[in-house]
């Protein structure tokens, strides 16, 4: 059975920090290049950051560049997202995403993230 679970989510200030954790399991966690997306309130879900399955490319979203990294573990199946400075603009639910070729995809039941003072 395939499984995404994330966690790290919560309340925040603004200028702090967050580290979303997102533990995979059912797939070869190898072939898959991993990403996180968020969508905020009536707003369509987004593309944050992405990691190819090794880790040697990555992606982000303008709005998070030099603030968001991600990463991954392949010996724990696990990918991260290290978000610092963060801002009321970041307040959203966080989605794992696993993504082989077009045709294989998984998604995690996402965290919230709510920044404000």
């Known amino acids: 059975q395939v499984q995404l679970v994330e966690s790290g989510g919560g309340l925040v200030q603004p200028g702090g920090f967050l580290r979303l954790s997102c533990t995979a399991s059912?797939?070869?966690?190898?072939?898959?290049?991993m990403s996180w997306y968020r969508q905020a309130p009536g707003k369509e879900r987004e593309l944050v950051a992405s990691?190819?399955?090794?880790?040697?490319?990555?992606n982000y979203a303008e709005p998070v560049k030099g603030r968001f990294t991600i990463s991954r573990d392949n010996a724990k199946n696990t990918v991260y997202l290290q978000m610092n400075n963060l801002t009321p603009g970041d307040t959203a639910v966080y989605y794992c995403?696993?993504?082989?070729?077009?045709?294989?995809?998984?998604w995690g039941q996402g965290t919230q993230v709510t920044v404000s003072s």
């Open positions: 995403n696993a993504q082989r070729e077009a045709t294989y995809t998984y």
């Open positions: 059912g797939f070869t966690f190898t072939f898959y290049s």
């Open positions: 990691i190819s399955r090794f880790g040697k490319n990555t």
